[in-house]
């Protein structure tokens, strides 16, 4: 019974270069969130998605940043042109019921630490 | 909007020490609360939650009761041990309807010494 999987684990990019980052739900959860960790910090929301859909993307930066969750295939969690601010640990979560269930439970992947050098 | 407040660490304490670490929040509606926990260079483990007030999570010797008149959730265990070192997040989820996901404290880090 896989737990939600985060590819890569460690990732460097340098400035400028794209980041992608891949999650793939627990089986039967089709509700997909990514946070965001910065140093000595706690998570912040990122985005909501459902399948095809995103549901809530307050938590995204207006530019450079985007994420899909296609039909088939992983959820992608994509940065262009990264700059070293960028530098974090990006948490994957699903849950197998949507926002304001009650007792709806998230559950989190191991996360991808991306470094801007 | 929705806030969570955690005693800032890192609290060091030594094996089999009793622990309390200090969870307050605030939140639209009836929120669901959880502590999750984070071992170094691993990501987050919920550790245990409740969904209303007055219920009690608990895993693994730690337990941590809803008080919706004090608004907290506070994370105690009786006898901590070097491997309970980590980051413990206290986090909410509204369900309100809102679907802006968990809202976390910014974490304690706990350091047991043998």
């Known amino acids: 019974n896989a737990g939600v999987m985060q590819n890569p684990r460690h990732l460097v990019r340098r400035r400028g270069q794209e980041a992608r980052l891949r999650c793939s739900p627990m089986?039967?959860?089709?509700?997909v969130y990514w946070y965001r960790q910065l140093p000595e910090e706690g998570l912040k929301f990122m985005v909501y998605?459902?399948?095809?859909?995103?549901?809530?993307e307050s938590g995204m930066p207006k530019e450079r940043f985007s994420a899909e969750f296609p039909k088939e295939g992983p959820s992608i969690l994509r940065i262009q042109q990264v700059v070293r601010g960028d530098s974090a640990a990006y948490f994957c979560?699903?849950?197998?019921?949507?926002?304001?269930?009650?007792?709806?439970?998230?559950?989190f992947g191991e996360g991808s630490w991306l470094t801007v050098v | 909007g929705n806030s969570v407040t955690q005693m800032e660490g890192p609290v060091t304490l030594s094996e089999e020490a009793f622990l309390t670490i200090n969870c307050t929040y605030t939140?639209?509606?009836?929120?669901?609360l959880f502590w999750y926990v984070q071992y170094p260079g691993e990501g987050l483990q919920l550790l245990l939650k409740?969904?209303?007030?007055?219920d009690k999570g608990s895993n693994k010797g730690f337990e941590a009761t809803y008080r919706k008149e004090t608004t907290s959730f506070h994370l105690e265990k009786g006898s901590v041990q070097v491997s309970d070192s980590a980051v413990y997040f206290c986090?909410?989820?509204?369900?309100?309807?809102?679907?802006?996901?968990?809202?976390f404290g910014k974490g304690t880090h706990l350091i047991i010494q043998p």
């Open positions: 939140a639209t509606g009836y929120p669901s």
């Open positions: 986090a909410l989820s509204d369900q309100g309807g809102g679907a802006d996901g968990l809202t």
């Open positions: 089986k039967g959860h089709s509700h």
């Open positions: 409740a969904t209303k007030a007055d």
């Open positions: 998605l459902q399948k095809e859909n995103i549901i809530d």
């Open positions: 979560a699903s849950s197998q019921y949507g926002q304001g269930s009650v007792g709806n439970t998230i559950y």
